[in-house]
């Protein structure tokens, strides 16, 4: 139907716009940066007829030839965007681990000022953060809870706890309403402290994602990463401390990785005592500093941008090839989950016959992957 017209969005189509459009031809327009106004003025001009060259943040073929427009500029009070239409999805599809319970990605804020060189947020969300208030953010959380009926909720940015006497305000604001709500949220290691943590606690804080990434410290120097081990040490050990699960996100395959690297990685992990982990495959993301430094060198082993993510691994560098580090992965979650310890920790969390339906389910998803 010539009417409709179609539009890609994201990290991907911000950075690499022409080849969004020399690989799908019957594209009409990539919009770059954060989406929502942009889209909105999209629309609006097509729907109107009015010129194309006035919409900032798109790129579009006119003449054969890709037209990029300026960029668009970001979205300066989070505050002023409407909460997601989350009446569109099936809240009976996205449930809680081992509870089962329905939940709810809530953004809390954009940008981020660290230079990690593995990560092209900042392609999408630029590197000046914005928060929202956290006044706003608790009256989308009130909203879900009255609305749905929904009270368990995943914070999603680039690092809920960057300005800790924001996350702070938030925690307090929660506790001021009487808001029964469990959460959980991303943090970096060296953003939290014993007080904030027990705030978090009070305020319904069930787990936090520590951004690990190796348990080397020539590794987390080389990816600039901007942390210490000991400041993972005690990061873990304070938040084990408030009574607060514990989540790392490590990253299998980083550059300057090696069996020994990786090994030693799974085994700091397992000594921190953390009592759940993640482990991504390196991906060198369009905009990042690692896809630069991929292409550069010849590493990337596919054009298939579907393998450009953190289940999969695209790297074939000197020492340590795609195929070694998705195997290397695979022996890191079967080292840290199949011990005694970690079992019987696992089943100690189940509370009731529903719940032991749902581990069985999960055990079973997880067991099919290997």
């Known amino acids: ?113 660290y230079p990690c060189t593995y990560c092209a947020d900042h392609v999408y969300y630029g590197k000046k953060m914005r928060l929202r208030s956290p006044e706003h953010l608790v009256d989308e959380l009130s909203f879900y809870k009255k609305e749905y009926g929904i009270e368990d909720f995943l914070f999603w940015s680039e690092g809920f706890t960057l300005m800790p006497s924001v996350a702070k305000s938030f925690a307090q604001e929660i506790i001021s309403r009487n808001l029964k709500i469990r959460w959980v949220c991303n943090s970096r290691v060296d953003n939290v402290d014993k007080k904030l943590l027990l705030l978090f606690k009070k305020a319904g804080c069930t787990a936090i994602g520590y951004g690990v990434e190796s348990g080397v410290q020539e590794i987390l120097d080389k990816v600039k990463k901007g942390i210490t081990l000991n400041q993972i040490r005690e990061a873990v050990a304070l938040t084990k401390e408030a009574g607060i699960d514990v989540v790392a996100h490590t990253v299998i395959g980083l550059p ?12 700091f992990l397992i000594d921190l005592d953390v009592d759940f982990t993640q482990f991504y495959c390196a991906v060198p993301f369009p905009g990042s500093p690692l896809f630069k430094e991929a292409t550069e060198k010849g590493w990337i082993n596919t054009g298939d941008w579907r393998m450009f993510e953190q289940n999969f691994s695209v790297l074939d560098m000197p020492g340590l090839s795609a195929e070694e580090i998705m195997k290397l992965r695979k022996q890191a979650y079967r080292k840290f989950y199949f011990r005694p310890k970690t079992i019987f920790k696992t089943l100690k969390r189940i509370r009731s016959f529903k719940e032991l339906i749902k581990f069985k389910s999960m055990i079973g998803d997880f067991l099919k992957w290997f």
Do not use: Q, W
């Not at 798109?58 to 054969?64: D, L, P, Q, R, T």
């Not at 449930?95 to 954009?110: E, I, Q, W």
């Not at 300057?256 to 085994?267: C, F, L, P, W």
């Open 256 to 267: 300057g990785d090696s069996h020994e690297t990786i090994n030693e990685t799974v085994n």
């Open 1 to 113: 139907n010539p009417e409709i017209k179609t539009a890609v969005i994201g990290i991907h189509g911000t950075a690499l716009p022409d080849v969004c459009f020399n690989e799908d031809a019957l594209l009409d327009f990539v919009v770059r940066g954060e989406p929502e106004y942009v889209v909105y003025s999209l629309a609006s001009a097509i729907k109107n007829g009015t010129n194309l060259s006035e919409v900032d943040g798109i790129s579009y073929m006119e003449g054969g030839k890709i037209i990029h427009n300026r960029d668009s500029t970001p979205v300066a009070n989070l505050d002023d965007l409407p909460f997601p239409a989350y009446d569109l999805i099936n809240h009976e599809k996205y449930t809680m681990p081992f509870t089962n319970k329905k939940f709810l990605l809530v953004a809390t804020g954009r940008g981020c000022p």
